[in-house]
């Protein structure tokens, strides 16, 4: 039985470490995408530029705002540049953490004609009820009665 059963218990301590490993990647992938989100211009402060660049072009009748337009869109590019950086890294830390070792398929435990030893067990025990059966007397014989009082009690 131990014979049988160490190459499962083998299995189940490899299946458990690559179990944890994987864990410690899905962390590690978990750390990148908080670590991205962190990096990353918020929307709201890119909606704002955009408005105050869209306020400042709507007045600029004569020049007047030229400077802080062109500030507004350096702004804006940083922010670009920022999330760029941002993206690549979390795409470089996600794909190195993602990669996984493939989990194997358990050992069998069972031998491969064990189904059909089964069958022939089955079958074996099944003849040897039914030869039993033969061997059993038609006739109830009580051994303190003789073999004329059988016979009278039949007819």
């Given amino acids: 039985m131990l014979a049988a ?5 083998t299995w ?8 944890e490993q994987a864990g410690m990647q899905a962390r590690a992938a978990a750390a ?3 670590t991205a989100f962190a990096m990353t211009v918020p929307p709201p402060l890119i909606a704002a530029n955009r408005v105050r660049l869209m306020v400042l072009v709507a007045t600029n009748f004569f020049g007047q705002n030229t400077p802080l337009i062109a500030s507004t869109e350096a702004e804006y590019a940083e922010f670009w540049a920022q999330d760029a950086t941002a993206m ?4 470089s830390s996600s794909a190195t953490a993602s990669v996984l070792t493939p989990f ?3 050992p069998n435990t069972t ?6 030893e089964q069958g022939l067990s089955v079958g074996k025990a099944a003849a040897q009820q039914g030869l039993s059966a033969l061997k059993r007397p038609w006739f109830p014989i009580i051994p303190t009665q003789d073999w004329n009082a059988l016979i009278n009690t039949w007819g």
């Fill in 12 to 19: 189940l301590c490899a299946t458990a470490a690559r179990a």
């Fill in 5 to 9: 059963v160490t190459p499962y218990v």
């Fill in 104 to 106: 194997t398929a358990p």
């Fill in 88 to 91: 690549y890294a979390y795409a």
């Fill in 32 to 34: 990148a995408y908080e």
């Fill in 111 to 116: 031998s491969p004609g064990g189904l059909a």
